[in-house]
């Protein structure tokens, strides 16, 4: 223990310590800050708090709707990418509202200053610059860490969100640098000291591209992406979007740049063995998607900014750990990028993480009591996922040390409630990452509907505080009283067939329900409301946030009876969750079940039969067995 001048020692105890300042670490702490914990961040580097280590930007398919429920819960996520964002989309426009998904490109350094500043503000939270070493464990409880410079933090709980840093070793061709990042060391003795317990870990790779100079690119070569500029944004609470806001651009790999590349494949480690572990199979390397596809002639690249005082770009689609000279001299075989300027190519890079089904769905470790894993350590990619499991496991950390009941989300709640069970029961043998496909109930997950789904729970435990609890009850009376107002208002055919005539939708007889109306393809709340005063004044009467409100109630009026069968599916499997298993049975000595399922259950150990069901390997017959075993 460290000692002060004279010579009495010095104890740095907390209820929470969280090892890791990325995007998981940033979301444990100030969860259990919020919640009362009195919570230590101990990070490597106070100025790369929140760093974006690949492309600088926040959502995307499923990813997107994951933030809005870190918003809706009281995380930070959304409220620093709106603040920072210098292009939004909504992507999948053209699809139903269940997969629409917010997508933001931000500006790398002010999310970085942004997030540091809400860790600066928030009460109950320190910060302590320096690298965890060795896990300490006493009765197999974690108690604290011992660092690299011998100070002890003790904790009652400690939370582990390491990212890629544990053993972390990147490639470029033939070369090995240790690091958990390009110019930051690797931690080592670290994961050791956690495996020493039982816990078992394995490697899994990732890579990010080659970042350009802009002022090396011909940028009339390339076709402009404009972002959007409407009223959609991350948060449900906080200022929209301020930052000047930039393009992307779009341009295409050519037979002569794979040419070039095809010759450094034997020396890619993705394919000379230096590279074992497993990659993102949804964010391939440009030298495996040569490999993958064949006879695809070209591949779209997009480059995009990284702020909005740098001139350092993003080359999306360009991940790469072949040899830099490579690199630069297959870019250079397209037009655009003729000229082009390295600020450092491509790198891949293999890490440490542990097996996510020794995880309760607290997070919490089934082998060391008090110990929590969230983000990259668990097998997942993304900041989006990583900030989804860092806030559960910092609200079931300071939750545990108030002695209360763990926090958990069901499949049918949250994408966040999606990915843990994913994680925690299936396990992972590649880096994961979320989908819409991966949600059964994504009709019930929207992006619109996540302070629906969750803010009142959150303000419950005490993540969402009062000011955001009140907003959220404010924008539900509206959202009410449009619906109501809708189901209850009747409009004249000679009101409405004229514009009904000229979109092509089939006239009314006598008179119909507003809602009625909006349940036609088509047909909107606003469309009607530019032919129907009375319902203009209606929607135009929201005190704040009119489009969000109007769009709320317009995918409740539209979609109501998908909502309303896939809920009555969702309870109906509830049933199941319901049903508790863990410790009933003797799972080896059942030998109605298959071999496969018995070892599955043993080492899993499900805490209800819904989980049990969700397992890979465990049949719907072996569930039947259960539940006669069990007298249902």
């Given amino acids: 223990m460290p000692k002060n001048k004279s010579g009495m020692s010095i104890t740095f105890k907390y209820d929470v310590l969280v090892i890791g300042g990325g995007h998981a670490g940033c979301e444990t702490a100030t969860a259990a800050a919020n919640i009362g914990a009195k919570v230590c961040l101990v990070t490597m580097d106070m100025n790369k708090i929140a760093q974006m280590s690949c492309n600088p930007a926040v959502g995307g398919i499923a990813k997107g709707q994951i933030v809005r429920e870190i918003d809706a819960l009281g995380g930070q996520m959304g409220i620093v990418t709106d603040a920072t964002a210098i292009q939004f989309r909504m992507l999948n426009r053209s699809k139903g509202p269940a997969v629409w998904s917010p997508r933001a490109q931000c500006d790398r350094e002010k999310f970085i200053t942004g997030w540091k500043r809400i860790l600066d503000h928030t009460d109950n939270l320190d910060i302590f610059q320096d690298q965890a070493d060795e896990l300490i464990v006493e009765n ?37 640098v240790e690091g958990g990042r390009c110019a930051e060391p690797a931690v080592h003795n670290f994961a050791e000291s956690i495996t020493h317990w039982g816990v078992r870990k394995d490697r899994m790779k990732t890579g990010t591209p080659v970042r350009i100079d802009k002022r090396s690119v011909h940028f009339d070569e390339m076709e402009a992406q404009p972002g959007e500029n409407d009223y959609h944004q991350f948060s449900y609470f906080g200022q929209h979007r301020t930052l000047p806001q930039l393009p992307c651009w779009t341009c295409n790999t050519n037979e002569e740049a794979h040419e070039i590349l095809r010759k450094g494949v034997p020396d890619s480690p993705l394919f000379n063995g230096q590279i074992q572990s497993t990659g993102p199979r949804y964010c391939p390397s440009i030298e495996t998607k040569l490999v993958t596809f064949p006879d695809k002639n070209t591949h779209p690249l997009f480059l995009e900014p990284e702020g909005v005082d740098t001139n350092e770009m993003y080359l999306n689609g360009f991940s790469s750990s072949m040899p830099w000279e490579i690199q630069l001299e297959a870019l250079q075989k397209i037009p655009a990028l003729r000229d082009a300027k390295m600020y450092r190519p491509g790198y891949a890079i293999e890490y440490d993480y542990f097996d996510p089904t020794q995880l309760k769905p607290s997070l919490e470790s089934k082998i060391i009591e008090g110990l929590f894993l969230a983000g990259q350590v668990n097998g997942t990619t993304g900041y989006e996922e990583a900030g989804g499991q860092g806030l559960v496991a910092g609200v079931n950390a300071a939750l545990q040390c108030a002695g209360s009941e763990p926090f958990i989300m069901k499949r049918d709640e949250s994408y966040i409630g999606v990915l843990i069970d994913d994680l925690t029961m299936k396990g992972v043998d590649e880096p994961y990452r979320m989908f819409t496909s991966r949600a059964e109930y994504r009709i019930l997950l929207r992006q619109d509907d996540a302070d629906a789904r969750l803010t009142e729970r959150a303000y419950e435990i005490g993540i969402a505080k009062r000011d955001r609890y009140d907003w959220w009850l404010q924008k539900k009376a509206n959202i009410e009283r449009i619906i109501d107002y809708c189901n209850k208002t009747a409009i004249k055919s000679n009101e409405i067939n004229g514009f009904l005539d000229s979109i092509g939708s089939s006239a009314i007889q006598g008179s119909v329900k507003i809602s009625e109306l909006i349940a036609r393809p088509g047909i909107s709340l606003y469309g009607l409301a530019d032919h129907l005063p009375h319902l203009k004044e209606v929607l135009e009467s929201s005190p704040n946030r009119k489009e969000e409100i109007t769009e709320a109630a317009e995918i409740k009026i539209k979609y109501k009876g998908y909502i309303e069968r896939e809920r009555t599916f969702a309870e109906k499997m509830r049933r199941l969750e319901d049903i508790k298993i863990k410790g009933h049975f003797n799972y080896s000595a059942i030998h109605d079940l298959s071999t496969e399922c018995r070892q599955k259950l043993e080492r899993i150990q499900p805490e209800t039969l819904a989980q049990a069901s969700r397992i890979p390997g465990v049949s719907p017959s072996d569930i039947n067995v259960l539940l006669v075993l069990m007298g249902r």
């Fill in 140 to 176: 197999k409880r974690a108690i604290g860490v011992r660092t690299i410079w011998g100070v002890e933090l003790f904790a009652r709980t400690v939370i582990v969100t390491a990212g890629t840093f544990l053993n972390g070793l990147m490639h470029i061709g033939k070369r090995q």
